[in-house]
Each structure stands twice: as structure tokens, then as C-alpha cells.
């Protein structure tokens, strides 16, 4: 199976943030249950610099619309074996993002269900993308449930 592209997938629809608007993509079409996918929405300043071990600040507001078309980069850990790099790409300190998959079909009267989830992974290992993105909105979003991983 060939691996699909961010371009493969068409843009969301664009939502406003308390910090300004975001558009993701449309991943997941199963009949009438589409899934749009935000990802990497800064939830905090990077915490570089002077802000180093610092209590995290709100993001920067932002004009215009970001594109969060896909995970941020993993947060700096010890890597497990050599090839944790090469497979993975460069972790950074910039990495206080939040992933947000969402159903697209108008919402219940009570609202839909949320489910926030924080990898494992001791401060050692593990990131946000390790669960993928495809296989959440297919087994979980389309079942009426909104769901948020942090990075």
C-alpha cells in the first residue's frame, strides 16, 4: 500500500481559535461520516529561550488562516535506538502542539462525546503521531466522538 501524502488528503473546513483560525484536512469519508484533522495547533509559546523551564505562556495570536495539516515535532528524548532519528525526524523543544480530530456531521442535541489523550512514555520516549491519524478518525471519530492528543 503506498504511503498517502498530506496533498492526498482535500483541506478542512476552517475554524477560529481563541488565537486565530485554523484549517486541517478531510481524512477520513465514510458515506456521511467525514473527519477533519487539526494538527499541530499550538497550545503554549515555545518554551525556548528565555522561556526555558519558565511556566508556559499563551500561544501568539496569529493572522490569517494556519494550515494544520500535520503532527509536530516530537518533543527531545533520549533516542531508543540509533535509527530513532532517521525514522522519525528531529525532535525540537517547539514541540507544545495539540492534535484535534473531529466529526464533520451536525452534532447531537447534547453535543458529541470528547476524549483527550497523553501518550506514555515516562519523559523517555513516545509522541502524538506514534497513534497515527488515519486509524483514530476510522475507529473513533466516526463513531460521534471528538478526540484530542497532545504532543
Known amino acids: ?72 515535532a516530537r518533543s527531545i528524548q533520549h533516542p531508543m535506538n540509533p535509527h530513532d532519528y532517521a525514522m522519525k525526524g528531529v525532535p525540537s523543544e517547539d514541540s507544545l502542539y495539540l492534535n484535534v480530530f473531529t466529526p464533520v456531521w451536525e452534532a447531537p442535541e447534547e453535543g458529541f462525546s470528547c476524549n483527550g489523550f497523553i501518550h506514555g512514555g515516562g519523559f523517555v520516549n513516545g509522541e502524538a503521531s506514534s497513534y497515527g491519524d488515519i486509524g483514530i478518525c476510522e475507529n473513533i471519530v466516526t463513531r460521534g466522538i471528538v478526540f484530542i492528543t497532545i504532543q
Not at 476552517?14 to 483560525?21: F, H, L, M, Q, W
Not at 528565555?50 to 508556559?56: S, T
Open 1 to 72: 500500500v503506498p504511503k498517502r501524502m498530506v496533498s492526498d488528503f482535500p483541506p478542512s473546513r476552517v475554524v477560529k481559535t481563541a488565537y486565530g483560525e485554523v484549517r486541517g484536512r478531510r481524512l477520513v469519508h465514510q458515506g456521511e461520516k467525514q473527519v477533519d484533522a487539526f494538527q499541530g495547533i499550538p497550545f503554549a509559546a515555545p518554551p525556548v529561550g528565555e522561556l526555558r523551564f519558565k511556566k508556559p505562556l499563551p500561544p501568539a495570536i496569529w493572522e490569517g488562516v494556519r494550515e494544520t495539516t500535520a503532527f509536530s
